[in-house]
């Protein structure tokens, strides 16, 4: 800092008013910063409060619930843990609800795997118009396919089985995971491709070997949306249901008895429903951030 | 994009999914467009009857009703979510262990079933056992979602953001982590100020995620379902039924065939028109973008 030693007394005022300038400039990351780790937090207890009092409610026992309203539970209980776990009706709407999910998640990327390669890599009579195709049952609402499923999957006999589930999922699965795949690919240089041809892989061979070690981590995301979208659908899932594969869902909102709603065991499934979640979300991570994007960043 | 190969036995790859999908999207789509002309008695009996389920669908002043509500909804929530959402985006960190902490927490909504999105709510702003519902009224406010239809809204429009706004942001944040450093670092060698890194940096590089996600935003909220229907069940009155739940009622709980099959292909039309003009906007930015690399 070589400055001019100041002679005039407004030289020294115009000296003084730029290093204090300096000094806030330098000062401001700071406090910057903490803004923005207050702003973080209100958010994140924005989104935290609901699921703590359904946590909280978890814990507590009905009578408590509809005593006096209480900030966490006074008597702590795992009654409904316990409830749900004992009860088949109640767990067996979770394992019909993985069930159906991982049947979706299988058939959708088997599927979707060379069909995404397809649109990635070759050009062919109609590609543009059958991708936009795809993208509209993206777009169509579940409620419009309510009646013909239920018809559909009725007159084929696989009405409450959790294939109908998987493949009624399927509608909006497999374009949302043709979607991501066609972008991870996309980033694959094609060079790669030709030069395992060249060295004399065929087409399958090359596929499973060299194409999906390579698109791991997209294929990683294209599951966890698959999981994502097949979890939290509900309509279909269970109007195509009626007790043989019935999702979690369906089953609390049949917690209705003679006293009420049992706001307890209501609580504690909702719960157990968001754990799936954090697990899957949990393993991806990493790559999350790239996924959300559908492999386009 | 430019550089794939011609090649029509493409069509071989494509082709098992084709008819999964056709499975599970043409042939039951077909059923609608079947019912939509005629009019059922029974197995044996029916009727065409031309367009006039049509008409009288788009002459239904409830289900017009429905549909200014539904418009109405989705274009309120795109207008909190989005800034919302690129706001928290910025906010979140990029590195260490807070980074993935955030990052699972700002996730998790979006991996609840959405009937267990409303039931959370329920429980949350109901006026005995409700946290929300509870301190609203110790505060002085009559709070009650089955009476007020500006409460149900109000909640219901919280509801979503709290639901949905994780998906615009972490769209935000993975577009945010693509900018090279050596951008913000130019920024602060011409002493940029924080507004023009957000405008002249940072914003060009969402614009297309923020297509994806408004795109995404915009189909799911004109389809939104379990979550109304579970915490308000569409009530008080009909000021919260939007266009799925009028549909499920017309065509589960009434049987109305017909009307309900016009009514849905309607809706789905809608979605179809605005969604297209969503993506010609993508495709034309992804060609905007290869003339900038070309130039």
Not at chain 1, 56 to 70: H, W, Y
Not at chain 1, 112 to 127: N, T
Not at chain 1, 130 to 144: H, K
Not at chain 1, 240 to 250: D, E, N, V
Request: overall charge positive.
């Amino acid at each position: 800092m070589n400055q001019a030693i100041p002679t005039t007394p407004e030289a020294v005022r115009k000296q003084a008013a730029a290093t204090d300038a300096r000094r806030r400039r330098q000062a401001r990351p700071v406090s910057r910063q903490w803004r923005r780790r207050g702003l973080m937090t209100v958010y994140i207890v924005f989104v935290l409060l609901p699921v703590y009092w359904l946590l909280n409610m978890s814990f507590q026992s009905n009578s408590e619930i509809l005593g006096a309203l209480t900030l966490w539970p006074q008597d702590f209980t795992l009654e409904h843990y316990a409830k749900i776990f004992s009860d088949s009706n109640w767990y067996m709407g979770y394992v019909n609800s993985i069930a159906y999910v991982l049947m979706n998640m299988l058939i959708s990327l088997a599927v979707a795997l060379p069909a995404a390669y397809a649109f990635s890599r070759y050009r062919f009579i109609g590609d543009k118009h059958l991708f936009f195709w795809l993208l509209t049952n993206l777009m169509a609402p579940p409620a419009v396919f309510l009646l013909p499923y239920f018809q559909l999957y009725y007159t084929v006999g696989l009405f409450d089985t959790h294939v109908a589930v998987a493949l009624a999922h399927c509608l909006f699965n497999i374009p949302l995971a043709i979607w991501i795949l066609e972008g991870f690919m996309s980033s694959v240089p094609k060079e790669i491709d030709e030069t395992a041809f060249i060295d004399g892989y065929s087409f399958p061979r090359f596929f499973v070997k060299i194409f999906i070690p390579m698109i791991s981590s997209g294929i990683g995301v294209t599951l966890f949306f698959l999981f994502m979208f097949s979890w939290v659908e509900l309509l279909l899932a269970s109007t195509l249901t009626s007790t043989g594969a019935q999702p979690i869902g369906s089953v609390m909102t049949q917690t209705k008895g003679a006293s009420g709603i049992d706001w307890g065991a209501l609580s504690a499934a909702g719960v157990l429903t968001i754990l799936p979640g954090i697990v899957v979300v949990y393993f991806v991570r990493n790559h999350i951030a790239k996924g959300f994007a559908l492999g386009r960043t | 994009m430019n550089n794939k190969i011609y090649n029509n036995r493409a069509w071989w790859l494509i082709l098992p999914m084709l008819l999964l999908v056709a499975f599970s999207a043409i042939i039951p789509l077909m059923t609608v467009v079947n019912y939509s002309v005629q009019d059922v008695f029974d197995a044996n009996t029916r009727f065409f009857t031309g367009t006039e389920w049509f008409q009288a669908t788009l002459n239904d002043p409830g289900l017009q009703a429905a549909l200014v509500r539904q418009f109405a909804f989705s274009l309120t929530v795109l207008a909190i979510e989005v800034p919302l959402g690129i706001g928290i985006a910025l906010l979140m960190p990029k590195k260490g262990w807070q980074a993935s902490a955030i990052l699972i927490l700002v996730t998790m909504p979006l991996l609840i079933p959405w009937n267990v999105v409303g039931s959370i709510w329920q429980i949350f702003t109901r006026g005995d056992i409700g946290l929300m519902g509870w301190g609203l009224r110790e505060l002085g406010y009559g709070y009650n979602i089955t009476r007020s239809a500006v409460d149900a809204w109000g909640t219901i429009i919280l509801m979503d953001v709290w639901h949905w706004t994780p998906l615009i942001a972490l769209l935000c944040y993975s577009g945010l982590r693509s900018i090279p450093d050596a951008y913000y670092q130019a920024a602060r060698i011409d002493r940029a100020s924080r507004w023009a890194v957000f405008r002249y940096i940072q914003l060009p590089k969402l614009t297309n995620v923020l297509v994806i996600g408004i795109l995404l935003r915009f189909m799911h909220s004109f389809m939104i379902y379990a979550e109304p229907f579970v915490l308000t069940g569409g009530g008080p009155g009909n000021s919260t039924t939007f266009l799925s739940q009028s549909l499920t009622t017309m065509a589960i709980g009434q049987q109305d065939l017909g009307p309900s099959a016009a009514f849905s292909l309607i809706y789905f039309l809608i979605i179809l028109l605005v969604c297209w003009v969503f993506y010609t906007a993508i495709m034309n930015l992804q060609k905007d973008k290869q003339q900038d690399k070309g130039a």
